[in-house]
């Protein structure tokens, strides 16, 4: 590309709020045959809100809150905000933890009065052995509807499931049909289960899914799929996305997200309206087209 052309692509980009950092990316742009979107927070609005608390046969409410809220206090995860949130519009304050530690992609555990509470995915607990008994019934449904379930143990023991629900931005799917209609592969790439992400892709029009990904395997997943021949972008807001979004053929970070993801990307989009990763594209391919 001529660097006039480019100097001109990238003007008008910023016009409409989308920031490009070097010409490169603005020509690997249109070359794209793959658009891979991270789930929580860039597909969905990443503000979680408790809709379910089941708790173990003979466990409490407020206890389950209780021991679930202690942990994710010191946690800085989306998942673990909505459930201190939730605990304290019940009146269940946070308990002091020792021992604490964040288990990256999985949860966190720690010592609540002695007590050895793990807070996380499903993973994460049947790692420690934890037997989910009845409540794993319950918690399927739920999962199936497209929640995302967090399980809390205490000793080793279920004592309940909490069920969250994130909404779907609306310019998703309108972002992710123009895409389709562009002729592009359209996938999602999440921590979260196989069968939350399934429901989630099914609102917004997405076929590929590629679920419960650790945050230090989403490169992988990107490298993958460039293996195949693809050229991929990587649409992202998380730092466990900055990886991913570096590793890709162009990387679009969301403005509202991390800073350690506009970092890694080539391209940050102001606004969350997703409608703008299309303009990138499109951007691209005029930009091209006019140098030709
Ligand atoms: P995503 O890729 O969707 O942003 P993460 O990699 O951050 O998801 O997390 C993957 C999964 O790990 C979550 O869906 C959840 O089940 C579990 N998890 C991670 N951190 C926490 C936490 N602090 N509290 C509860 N569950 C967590
Ligand atoms: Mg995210």
Redesign the pocket.
């Known amino acids: 590309a001529t660097p006039t052309a480019v100097m001109v692509g990238t003007g008008l980009g910023a016009e409409s709020g989308i920031l490009i950092k070097g010409g490169e990316s603005l020509e690997r742009a249109h070359e794209l045959t793959t658009v891979v979107f991270?789930?929580?927070?860039t597909l969905t609005n990443g503000t979680p809100e408790v809709t379910d608390v089941i708790t173990a046969p003979g466990m409490q409410r407020s206890e389950l809150l209780t021991l679930a809220a202690s942990?994710?206090a010191v946690?800085?995860?989306?998942?673990?905000r909505a459930?201190v949130e939730r605990a304290s519009a019940e009146g269940c304050a946070p308990l002091p933890v020792e021992d604490f530690r964040?288990?990256?992609?999985?949860?966190?555990r720690g010592l609540v009065n002695g007590r050895e509470v793990m807070?996380?995915?499903?993973?994460?607990l049947a790692e420690h052995s934890v037997d989910f008994g009845e409540l794993n019934t319950q918690a399927e449904t739920l999962v199936a509807a497209g929640r995302?379930?967090?399980?809390v143990g205490a000793q080793r023991r279920i004592i309940g499931v909490i069920a969250l629900a994130d909404g779907v931005k609306e310019s998703a799917v309108a972002a992710v049909a123009r895409l389709r209609e562009r002729g592009m592969e359209v996938a999602m790439?999440?921590?979260?289960?196989k069968e939350?992400a399934l429901a989630i892709a099914k609102v917004v029009g997405i076929e590929r899914v590629m679920a419960?990904?650790?945050?230090g395997d989403?490169a992988g997943e990107i490298r993958r799929l460039q293996n195949e021949g693809k050229v991929v972008a990587m649409v992202g807001d998380?730092i466990?996305?900055a990886p991913a979004l570096a590793a890709a053929d162009v990387g679009i970070a969301l403005g509202a997200g991390t800073d350690v993801a506009m970092e890694a990307a080539d391209i940050t989009l102001i606004k969350g309206d997703l409608r703008l990763v299309v303009s990138a594209i499109e951007l691209s391919s005029l930009t091209m087209r006019v140098i030709k």
Request: a negative charge; hydrophobic letters at 30%; charged letters at 25%.
């Open positions: 991270d789930k929580t927070g942990i994710e946690s800085e995860h989306p998942l673990a459930v964040a288990l990256s992609g999985l949860g966190s807070v996380g995915s499903a993973r994460l995302t379930c967090v399980y790439i999440t921590g979260d289960r939350t419960e990904v650790l945050p989403k998380g466990n996305d």
